[in-house]
C-alpha cells in the first residue's frame, strides 16, 4: 500500500495555458442551450480527473501531445465546446460557435503516479489545483473557455487528465461522450466518432404553454437553516465505502429493506443522516434530499442517441430533522426512494417549463443536500490508449453537492468514493457519525496528511 510521508513535497512546472481550435474550419452559428441546460442550478464548472500509468507498449509516445491533436480532432464535431456562451433576453443562454478553443495545459510533475494513487486517494483532492490550474479568467460561465484540460506528466511514466466542463454545456454523461470521441481519435480514429453527438437542444425547450403538474420540493425558497458558525471554514474530504462498509450501513436496515435497497439507497440515506447530525440543526426544521436524476432511459422521453446535453433533474423530498437524526436508518432510506421515485421525463418536461415561468431560479440552498452518483457514468472506462485509468471520477465536491465515483483497492475490490464539502467542525461531528454507522474509520485507505506541491510557470 502506497504510504504518505508527512515531508512529501512535489513540485509542477506549468507552460503557459494555450488554445486549441478544431483541426478544421466549423460552423459559425448561435445555438441555444435547452431549458434545462440554463438553469442557475448548472451555471458552475465542475472537475474531474483520471490518472493512468506507465504503458510499455506506448513508450515513446508523448500524452500531451497525443491529447492536444485528437482534442481538435474531436473539437470539429463537438464545435460548440469551442465557443463562447452569451445570454439573450430572459438569461437565456446561448453557445457563440466562434472556434476560439479550449484551454489546455502542459504540465509535468516530479512525483510518481503511484505516490499520489495507488491504493490511496488524498482526502478532498488537496493537490487539484496543481493538476488542474485555474487559469484566471477563465472560471466565469459567460464569454470564457467552456473546457480547460490539464494533461500531468509524472516522472514514472504515468500522467493525469484533469477537465473541467461548464456545466451549462453538459451533464457527465454528455461530457463521457465527447471524452470517448478523443480517446477513439487517439487510438487511431481516422473519419467520425462511432456514436455522432446530436445538438438539437429544443429538445427539452419548455412547452407552450408551459404546464407544471410537479410540486418542485428543489426549487422551494425557505429560511436559512445553517447556523451561521457552520459557515466559515469549509473543507473537502474523501470517504471511501468498500463492501464491508456498506454491509455494516445496511445492518442498520430490517430485513425487507437490506434485501430490496440499492447501495445508492444504503449510502445515500446513511450520509444524509450523518450529516443532518452533523450540522446541528433545529429539530423542528426541515431539510431536503436531492438526488440527481437522470432522464436517458425513461420511457416517456425518448433521448436522440448522441445528444451531449444535460438531462438530469433533481428532485428532492422533505423531512423534519428531528425525524431524520432520531429515527432509525430506515426512515432516511424510505425518503431516498421516494425521492428517486419522482425521476420520469414528464418531471423533467415539468423542470424546463419552471425554468421559464420561474425566472431560472436556483435550486434550494438552505437545509439541501445533493448527491450525484456518477460511479457508472463511465469516466473510469475511457482508454486513450494507456488502458483505463486506476481512478477516473470526479475530483472535488461543494458545500450542497457530494459526487459519488468509483475506486478499486489494492484487492481489486469495488467501492465507492464520496466527496464531502462541510464546515470544519461539522466535519468532524460528520466523520463521528459515520462510524457509529460503519463501526470503524471510514477513511480507510484515504487516511493519510496532506501533501505540499509547489507549482511553477
Given at each position: 500500500m502506497a504510504s504518505f510521508p508527512r515531508s512529501l513535497v512535489f513540485t509542477v512546472r506549468r507552460k503557459e495555458p494555450r488554445l486549441v481550435l478544431p483541426s478544421k474550419s466549423t460552423p459559425r452559428e448561435l445555438k441555444q442551450l435547452s431549458d434545462i441546460d440554463d438553469q442557475e442550478g448548472l451555471r458552475f464548472q465542475v472537475p474531474v480527473i483520471m490518472f493512468y500509468k506507465r504503458k510499455l507498449?506506448?513508450?515513446?509516445?508523448?500524452?500531451?501531445?497525443?491529447?492536444?491533436?485528437?482534442?481538435?480532432?474531436?473539437?470539429?464535431?463537438?464545435?460548440?465546446?469551442?465557443?463562447?456562451?452569451?445570454?439573450g433576453p430572459n438569461r437565456k443562454l446561448m453557445v457563440d460557435c466562434t472556434s476560439e478553443g479550449v484551454l489546455f495545459i502542459e504540465a509535468?510533475?516530479?512525483?510518481?503516479?503511484?505516490?499520489?494513487?495507488?491504493d490511496t486517494i488524498d482526502?478532498?483532492?488537496?493537490?487539484?489545483?496543481?493538476?488542474?490550474?485555474?487559469?484566471?479568467?477563465?472560471?466565469g460561465i459567460l464569454g470564457c473557455p467552456l473546457l480547460l484540460i490539464q494533461v500531468t506528466r509524472f516522472r514514472c511514466g504515468g500522467w493525469a487528465f484533469a477537465i473541467r466542463l461548464n456545466?451549462?454545456?453538459?451533464?457527465?454523461?454528455?461530457?463521457?461522450?465527447?471524452?470517448?470521441?478523443?480517446?477513439?481519435?487517439?487510438?487511431?480514429?481516422?473519419?467520425?466518432?462511432s456514436v455522432p453527438p446530436v445538438w438539437q437542444r429544443e429538445f427539452l425547450a419548455a412547452r407552450q404553454p408551459p404546464f407544471i403538474p410537479f410540486q418542485h420540493h428543489e426549487y422551494e425558497q425557505v429560511i436559512d437553516t445553517i447556523?451561521?458558525?457552520?459557515?466559515?471554514?469549509?473543507?473537502h474530504k474523501s470517504f471511501y465505502f468498500g463492501l464491508k462498509e456498506i454491509r455494516a450501513i445496511r445492518s442498520h436496515l430490517p430485513p425487507h429493506h437490506r434485501s430490496t435497497s440499492s447501495t445508492f439507497d444504503v449510502l445515500t440515506a446513511c450520509l444524509w443522516r450523518c450529516r443532518t447530525c452533523a450540522l446541528g440543526l433545529d429539530p423542528q426544521k426541515t431539510v431536503r434530499i436531492s438526488c440527481a436524476a437522470n432522464g436517458r432511459g425513461k420511457h416517456d422521453l425518448h433521448v436522440p442517441r448522441g445528444y451531449y446535453g444535460n438531462v438530469s433533474a433533481f428532485p428532492a423530498i422533505v423531512l423534519r430533522v428531528g425525524m431524520i437524526s432520531t429515527s432509525s436508518l430506515e426512515y432516511a432510506v424510505e425518503g431516498v426512494k421516494k425521492a428517486k421515485a419522482i425521476m420520469t421525463g414528464e418531471y423533467l418536461?415539468?423542470?424546463a417549463d419552471l425554468m421559464v415561468t420561474k425566472g431560472r431560479p436556483l435550486y434550494t440552498v438552505s437545509g439541501n443536500y445533493i448527491v450525484s452518483d456518477m460511479t457508472r457514468v463511465g469516466l473510469d472506462t475511457i482508454d486513450f490508449g494507456w488502458g483505463k485509468p486506476v481512478y477516473g471520477?470526479?475530483?472535488?465536491?461543494?458545500?450542497l453537492i457530494s459526487f459519488y465515483g468509483r475506486f478499486k483497492d489494492h484487492k481489486g475490490e469495488g467501492g465507492t468514493v464520496v466527496l464531502i464539502c462541510l464546515p470544519e467542525a461539522a466535519m468532524e461531528r460528520f466523520q463521528e457519525e459515520l462510524k457509529k454507522m460503519t463501526g470503524e474509520h471510514v477513511d480507510g485507505p484515504f487516511d493519510y496528511k496532506p501533501i505540499k506541491v509547489v507549482s511553477k510557470l
Open positions: 507498449s506506448m513508450e515513446g509516445e508523448d500524452p500531451v501531445k497525443v491529447i492536444r491533436e485528437a482534442l481538435a480532432e474531436a473539437l470539429v464535431f463537438y464545435y460548440p465546446f469551442a465557443g463562447r456562451l452569451i445570454e509535468d510533475a516530479d512525483i510518481e503516479v503511484n505516490q499520489l494513487i495507488g482526502p478532498g483532492f488537496s493537490y487539484l489545483d496543481e493538476l488542474l490550474h485555474d487559469v484566471p479568467g477563465s472560471e456545466h451549462t454545456m453538459s451533464d457527465t454523461l454528455g461530457l463521457v461522450q465527447f471524452l470517448t470521441t478523443i480517446a477513439e481519435f487517439t487510438r487511431g480514429a481516422e473519419d467520425a466518432p447556523p451561521d458558525d457552520n459557515k466559515k471554514s469549509m473543507i418536461r415539468s423542470v471520477g470526479p475530483a472535488r465536491a461543494f458545500p
